[in-house]
T-cell receptor, first 113, second 114 residues
Framework: GAVVSQHPSWVICKSGTSVKIECRSL??????MFWYRQFPKQSLMLMAT?????????EQGVEKDKFLINHASLTLSTLTVTSAHPEDSSFYIC?????????FGPGTRLTVL | DQQVKQNSPSLSVQEGRISILNCDYT??????FLWYKKYPAEGPTFLIS?????DKNEDGRFTVFLNKSAKHLSLHIVPSQPGDSAVYFC?????????????FGAGTTVTVRA
């Protein structure tokens, strides 16, 4: 139980385009999901907390207009990187909360050319 | 400001020996600590946790020790196996209603040599 999936697992896009990443809890409902990004050999950096039915809460320094989060249902949260630039290239990981614990998705590798 | 620190970026250990991973934290409000294991291009998987009311928690080959006064915890893996080769993240949070945010350390890459 407590399986979290992400789609796509990797994506390459051109600079200036927008990319949507989906995070799904497959066998449980999650009112809270989190979005992280990880740079090579660095820690997971929390970007935002996604709450079903309400606005996401962004961490300091994360641009909410650039990283749009939508948590429209209890099993799906989406992260849209708008007007992507090469510096947005990173590994994006989501997690969903079940029984008080975070369960992580497999991550999405974004490369912006 | 990094509230959870893993000062050893890497650790190499021979198969069958003990692996000891260290983690320090600065926020005295943290009262729940976790270790995650992560393979490249995958998400972290939960390994073991400990509450601040305990000083030790054991699960099979994995034991976590907590020293609250020193704000230090460690993960012991014994015996180490080749499949243990991965990046290990220490994480911490406060136990508060509906607040599940975690602060992560930078990770320690463990390599188990045959």
């Amino acid at each position: 139980g407590a399986v979290v999936s992400q789609h796509p697992s990797w994506v390459i896009c051109k600079s200036g385009t927008s990319v949507k990443i989906e995070c799904r809890s497959l066998d449980f409902q999650a009112t809270t999901m989190f979005w992280y990004r990880q740079f090579p050999k660095q820690s997971l950096m929390l970007m935002a907390t996604s709450n079903e039915g309400s606005k996401a809460t962004y961490e300091q320094g994360v641009e909410k207009d650039k990283f749009l989060i939508n948590h429209a249902s209890l099993t799906l949260s989406t992260l849209t990187v708008t007007s992507a630039h090469p510096e947005d290239s990173s590994f994006y990981i989501c997690s969903a909360v079940s029984r008080g614990e975070q369960f992580f998705g497999p991550g999405t590798r974004l490369t912006v050319l | 400001d990094q509230q959870v620190k893993q000062n050893s970026p890497s650790l190499s250990v021979q198969e069958g020996r003990i692996s000891i991973l260290n983690c320090d934290y600065t926020n005295s409000m943290f009262d729940y600590f976790l270790w995650y294991k992560k393979y490249p291009a995958e998400g972290p998987t939960f390994l073991i946790s400990i509450s601040s009311i305990k000083d030790k928690n054991e699960d099979g080959r994995f034991t976590v020790f907590l020293n609250k006064s020193a704000k230090h915890l460690s993960l012991h893996i014994v015996p180490s196996q080749p499949g243990d080769s991965a990046v290990y993240f220490c994480a911490a949070r406060r136990i508060r209603l509906n607040d599940y945010k975690l602060s992560f350390g930078a990770g320690t890459t463990v390599t188990v040599r045959a």
